[in-house]
């Protein structure tokens, strides 16, 4: 909802504000124009008191903005009267108030369009899956060209309204700050170009997988042709066995131990194949096949290249700052309505495949595959933590925390609302899906605990000798995190030197603003932004004070323009202040901190990506166990606060990449 009233503001609120200010200039114009003329009759010598009165009545009763508006139609008797009363520079004054009274309705009107626009193409096609294909590039490009025309025409708006405010309201005339508002503009435009040219490109990684072909697995691809047949699909072009526990499919190339899988693929996961039967691996396969049978893949691969273009245009739009609101804003509104209708269909796909799995088996070995999947997963998680962190075997860890949850009633309890998870979509509640076959989790839950009698994987792949590679990865990734956890807990009381200068070295990450003049022109312009804000509305300010003829509303108009441009400053100031962000093994530091946030004072430390909806800010958030009494600079914090954020994204490298080592450095390398 609040996303909703940001861009219905920022839509909204240029137009509507210009529409006032140019009814109110037309007024003062007017106002101006009458007092003036009542001033000269006034002054007329030879005039009587009874003639002064009844000539400043018809000029009181007189239509200055009719006569003006006539004269500009080249009326012959509106004419001669304006060059009779000398108005013709005020006539074109009032022409220029009047097309911007009608800029402001036109652009209002489009914002209104743009909305109802998009709203119209999501209920077109809501109606099909084909629908959505067809109106989703067509709506695409439809927001951006109407984003681009907003943003054009609000900054021309303000361009000219700023103009007349300054020399119609303070009796001042600022060139340089139109043409910076021409020259924001102008940037913004570019940022918006750049996203849309930016070369998208679409792949997955599965470095612990393996492709594994026909000949080394006769079995599985025997019985995947089998089912791609019943369902009248086509096979995939590859199937790869993998050390993670999900199954899927997708059309999106997938990086993995020993090359590339392009086209149609199907993933399957070695660790749940080696706990379930090959029925309940059919049912899942037959689901993802289900996902090829309803072209599902295909709506993934061709709208994830236009979500991810929508998801960098929008990235860019936010790091042009204000001036690319009004088309952020707009185009935002477009993802909000879409991204609903597309998860909804999702949700009904996977309801679909849950039919075509059921068709290649049956309605209860589907049902339990699913229970018994969401049993095995979470206790292969639980136990892979185990053998990573504490070094015990995996074939004596993995059969405990299958007991452990066989009896939590919780885990049990929790299953029955929550879905799968998927890499591409987003599941329905378990309670539907089940319901859908007739079934529920306490019906199954104790069958889904038994141990079969055969394994999938014994019985699709025979040995693990097909899936060496991918083995070996996950093995190398195993050995590496154990290494780590033993070098750092031989020393976890009290870090030896050696210890400290090779897992925890004293490091400085700069902040973006000591690189910030570079030959990239947006991070110049960003960088002089608030300098030039705060200039000047202080400038506008000391004029204004300094000028006699500065109406009230003048004022009012000043004290915007500097509370704007302090917003600006400070904000910019925000994102690309000086300091370094400081870590050793004690803690960690802003240069412009007091102190030194020890890790030992502090309770729990994560990163948090804050999504507007589609571009990212990643912030360290850091919680104290006991009260901290000091003031913190350059972080968002309240005194006497368990609390502390720090935007990672004002740093050099990737905010990603500062966080991980953060959080290695508080956990001893742990996590």
């Not at 477009?334 to 209708?341: A, P, S, V």
């Amino acid at each position: 909802m609040s996303s909703w009233i940001k861009t219905s503001v920022v839509l909204f609120a240029l137009p509507l504000v210009a529409f006032v200010f140019f009814t109110y200039a037309t007024l003062l114009q007017t106002n101006n124009l009458k007092s003036a003329f009542e001033r000269a009759i006034a002054a007329h010598e030879t005039l009587s008191s009874a003639e002064k009165s009844q000539q400043q009545d018809l000029v009181r009763a007189f239509d200055f903005e009719g006569t003006c508006a006539a004269y500009m139609s080249q009326d012959v008797k509106a004419t001669s009267t304006v060059n009779r009363m000398g108005m013709e520079s005020e006539c074109r004054e009032y022409t220029y108030f009047a097309w911007a009274r009608l800029a402001s309705i036109i652009l209002f009107g489009m914002g209104l369009l743009h909305i109802l626009l998009i709203a119209a193409f999501v209920t077109f096609a809501k109606q099909s899956k084909k629908n959505l294909l067809l109106a989703f590039p067509v709506a695409w490009a439809s927001s951006t060209l109407l984003s681009v025309v907003i943003l054009v025409g609000q900054g021309a708006l303000a361009t000219v309204a700023l103009y007349y405010a300054t020399t119609l309201l303070l009796k001042v005339y600022f060139p340089k700050l139109l043409g910076f508002i021409i020259l924001a503009v102008g940037y913004a435009l570019y940022r918006i170009v750049r996203a849309l040219l930016a070369r998208t490109e679409l792949a997955s990684h599965e470095p612990t997988s393996e492709a594994v072909s026909e000949e080394a697995a006769p079995v599985l691809w025997q019985r995947v042709k089998e089912i791609a047949r019943k369902l009248e699909t086509t096979p995939p072009d590859s199937i790869l066995v993998g050390m993670s526990t999900a199954f899927y499919v997708t059309e999106v190339p997938i990086v993995h131990s020993a090359g590339v899988a392009t086209g149609r693929t199907l993933y399957l996961s070695a660790p749940m194949m080696q706990q379930m039967s090959s029925d309940e691996v059919s049912a899942i396969i037959g689901h993802e096949m289900g996902h090829f049978k309803g072209e599902d893949t295909v709506m993934t691969r061709k709208l994830a290249p236009r979500i991810i273009k929508s998801e960098n245009t929008l990235a860019h739009l936010h790091e042009a700052g204000i001036v690319g609101m009004p088309a952020l804003y707009a185009m935002l509104a477009f993802r909000n309505l879409f991204e609903k209708t597309i998860s909804t269909f999702r949700r009904e796909r996977e309801l679909a495949a849950d039919v075509y799995g059921a068709s290649v088996t049956s309605r209860e070995v589907s049902a339990l595959a699913l229970v018994r999947y969401c049993y095995q997963s979470e206790a292969y998680d639980a136990a892979m933590q185990e053998h990573m962190f504490n070094g015990t075997n995996m074939d004596d860890v993995l059969p405990r925390f299958q007991g452990e949850f066989r009896v939590n009633d919780a885990f049990w309890k929790a299953l029955a609302t929550h879905g799968l998870p998927h890499p591409f979509d987003t599941h329905p509640p378990m309670t539907l899906r089940l319901d859908k076959f007739g079934f529920k989790v306490e019906d199954l839950r104790f069958k889904a605990c038994e141990k079969v009698e055969r394994s999938a994987f014994e019985t699709f792949l025979g040995n693990s000798e097909v899936i060496a590679n991918a083995m070996a990865e996950d093995r190398q990734m195993v050995e590496h995190i154990q290494e780590q956890v033993a070098v750092i807990r031989a020393g976890e009381n009290e870090l030896s030197p050696e210890i400290i200068a090779k897992h925890f070295p004293h490091i400085e990450i700069k902040s973006k603003k000591a690189r910030v003049v570079k030959s990239a022109v947006e991070n110049l312009f960003i960088a002089l932004l608030p300098a030039f804000f705060l200039a000047v509305g202080t400038l506008v300010l000391a004029k204004a004070l300094a000028n006699p003829n500065v109406t009230p509303f003048g004022f009012v108009f000043v004290g915007m323009v500097l509370l704007l441009s302090l917003a600006v400053w400070w904000r910019e100031v925000q994102r690309w202040n000086s300091d370094v962000l400081i870590l050793n093994h004690h803690g960690v530091q802003l240069s412009s901190w007091k102190e030194q946030a020890r890790f030992a004072d502090i309770h729990s430390m994560q990163i948090v990506c804050e999504s507007k909806p589609f571009f990212n800010k990643y912030y360290l958030n850091i919680e104290f166990e006991e009260k901290r009494e000091s003031i913190w600079k350059q972080v968002y914090v309240r005194r006497k606060s368990k609390k502390v954020s720090i935007n990672l994204s004002i740093f050099e490298g990737t905010p990603e990449e500062n966080g991980d080592i953060v959080i290695r450095y508080f956990t001893r390398g742990l996590v």
